[in-house]
């Protein structure tokens, strides 16, 4: 899901009345972003509150490349990595995760081992394949043990875009709410569904219902979800003490635009770049009674945010012997306050880009290579900025490209090198840059190996449901990230 | 101004909290569009309710080229127009223009011989000259006569962006709200300001307050000044008994971007086009206590509908003796009716587009000539899609190129010809255009004529001041309209 989704941040069909509404009760982020312009690497940084650089989730195959967590992934999130629910337990937290975990699917990665105590999902994303015969269709898990997998126990209607899985979720996140209200137990609910990831569904309720077609009914649907979970929470009398924080993982998708792309808003380029249309989101905080209604904030923040934020909303301190990335927003969100912090723009093993303030200086362009875009693929259509959306990877480390982001938020002029705004800000940007690469240690690359052995074929639970597939021999090999 | 410029239609910035709290108030048009991408084309139509076409404000020295009325034009509104303050003076409106008229300046089309009982502005915008030597700057009248000139008495600081004149433009809407309602009369405000057109000023309370530059600093002191204008309505205790409606002429300039520029959001291209960001403009009506709080409008409204509805709310009917474009808005404000219409996209003397529902079909495209684009004019900056921004005038009358605006509201993927989606749509379509056509009666264009002598070189008043120029010899030519 991009920025330019919701009504609220300027989608011109306006049909998102129940986030719209929560907006309008808490606060608005027009400043938030991803940790990455792919999802896995996000959601481990969401779930680490570190950079992928750091906990792994990037690749060295290639310079600079987008790298997540596709079926024949041998890597995932090392044990060495603290997750958000491993340090909530020593709060007496109870842990779930509903919907996609993308941390990998081997078994040492499985999210009960850390730190979850329930998970309703996916290992993977349900994207391909999808006749479970050359290769195994993504099981869906309760728990430990698989339970179905998608297009077989879980349908995705490839030609009418209905799927009920959305309202599945929905309803795991009601149950879940409902037991830990009447248990008393605080709790940590990820609500981390697949939609509106291509190949985009919404149930038949919401099916044509959309003036954007099938996209606009999956984010209906969301929007809809969304509303439900919040008036539960404050039907159960809970509201005042639960805080709910709404975002995605990347930008949207313009590739697979129109008919199952979103909308960035007036941002460059979408998902798989370090432009503003990759990496900055739709981002409202929920919290009644404590955050003030209809508030916004300019606060640069980051997914990783919420692994800190969080923490610090159970009382305890994250992790102090390791770089953590993520900084507490409370101040921002409970007093208004800004604080002064930089956002990095990573593609794989390369730092692309970094914004301090309002300035965003580009060390690095790509969009994509002129090999893919030749074939059509193309992460920015409808845009060329001459020597911005560039299709061979540019460097510009002596010189890099200087946005102003609040006179230009589309990225499209880039400051005169010689003016002396340019000076005075790079002047500043580059002290953050030095400070970050002099203190950054990457992590051991987890996105390199891919291998068939290693795919969804038998999961724990398969047999008793007759779904073990036969593995084939191991061969390992480098992973290709071709963007 | 665009339709991307305020918060509540997703500027990122978001610092428009009057005009936003405004809409909160009121009703937010979402598919609102002027009737002309250029500015005094538009102002015609607002006061017509007719399509420039019809009431004469369009040229034929040239196809689909954009005029409107600079120093040397000869023509104006033609008396055989019935202007909104005409028709409102029959329900004993008192009606004031405060800012750009833009309907002529020649005697003939002074605003008082045309409806206006009051006069405050001047006749053409404060672009160029600035120097009163070679040519004249323009003049601001008061009612009859000048009372100086813009650059000399009313100063524009071309360097710093400083002027006062939305200040003053705001505390003469000020005064005359406060006198009317003294008087008990009903009046029609016509706040017609000159900012955000380019050069770009702000006053000194307002200059670099904004992230988005000057620009930014001048919606900033706009938003400040309808708030204010609103807050003294209710003050006054009349806001129940006035009916308030903002928008804008024309799209943002996006050739003068980013320093001068505004924002279409996610729509394609700007001012001069007639794709969505030439000609779609941020829109909302006010009316506490009638109008419903918050409400959000997809009605296909265009400013010529301010005509008829105004007419409406004074109790009077449309003329009957022509063809009226605009409709009566009243249904879908008040009932939140969908009333069934087109919009027509014209630029000059041709219709080059029509949207019905939400499909747009481009019967003619064009950005710009190469011509002027190789000289770097260019009103689509960082958007090229192929065989839709195009730089020769492209005729697709014979097959239009079709946009569905809801999943597609940047004009970037022309639907199938051969798709059923298309046919059914364009069946539709071609008989509104038939219809359209067939109907069609232009009115004498106004604007093809230019003469050096008919510049402001001696408005009425400029003796007292001794600020009379020497006009030169009458030489009447074809006005040269390059796009």
Known sequence: MGWG????????????PNLDQMASEGMLFLDFYTANPLCSPS???LLTGRLPVRNGFYTTNAHARNAYTPQD?????????????ELLKKAGYTNKIIGKWHLGHRPQFHPLKH???????????????????????????????????????????????????????????????????ASQQPFF?????????????????????????????????????????LKHLQKLGISEDTF????????????????????????????????????????????????????????????????????????????????????????????????????????????????VGLYKAHYWTWSNSWEEYSKGIDFCPGQNVSGVTTHTQ??????????????????KYPLSFVSIEYQRAMEQIS?????????????????NVCDKAVMNWSPPGCEKLGKCLKQPESDPKKCFWPH
Chains 1, 2 share one sequence.
């Open 244 to 355: 709910v924080f709404f975002t995605s993982d990347n930008g949207a998708a313009l590739i697979s635009a129109p008919k199952q792309g979103g909308s960035n808003g007036r941002f460059l380029c979408g998902k798989q770049t370090t432009f503003e249309g990759g990496m900055r989101e739709p981002a409202i905080a929920w919290w009644p009674g404590h955050i003030p209604a209809g508030g916004v904030s300019h606060q640069l923040g980051n997914v990783m945010d919420l692994f800190t934020t969080s923490l610090s909303l159970a009382g305890l301190q994250p992790p102090s012997d390791r770089q953590i990335d993520g900084i507490d927003l409370l101040p921002a969100i409970l007093q208004g306050q800004l604080i002064d912090r930089p956002i990095f723009y990573y593609r794989g093993n390369e730092m692309m880009a970094v914004r």
């Open 43 to 45: 959601r481990a940084a």
């Open 5 to 16: 989704d919701l009504g609220a941040f300027g989608e011109p069909s306006k049909e998102t």
């Open 73 to 85: 992934i041998v890597g995932g999130i090392p044990d060495s990595e603290l997750l958000l629910p």
């Open 394 to 411: 540019e460097e510009h480390t002596n010189l890099p490209l200087l946005f102003h982001l609040g006179r230009d938020p589309g990225e």
């Open 115 to 181: 730190g979850f105590d329930e998970w309703f999902g996916s290992p993977n994303c349900h994207f391909g394949p999808f006749d479970n015969r050359a290769l195994p269709n993504i099981p869906v898990y309760r728990d430990w043990e698989m339970i179905g997998r998608y297009y077989e126990d879980f349908k995705i209607d490839l030609k009418t875009g209905e799927a009920n899985l959305t309202q599945i979720y929905l309803q795991e996140a009601l149950d879940f709410i409902s037991k830990q209200q």
């Open 431 to 447: 002290a953050v840059v030095q400070q970050h690469r002099a203190t950054m240690v990457p992590g051991e690359p987890q996105l």
């Open 189 to 229: 609910l990820y609500w981390a569904i697949d939609a509106t990831h291509a190949p985009v569904y919404a149930s038949k309720h919401f099916l044509g219902t959309s003036q954007r077609g099938l996209y606009g009914d999956a984010v209906r649907e969301i929007d809809d979800s969304i509303g439900k979970i």
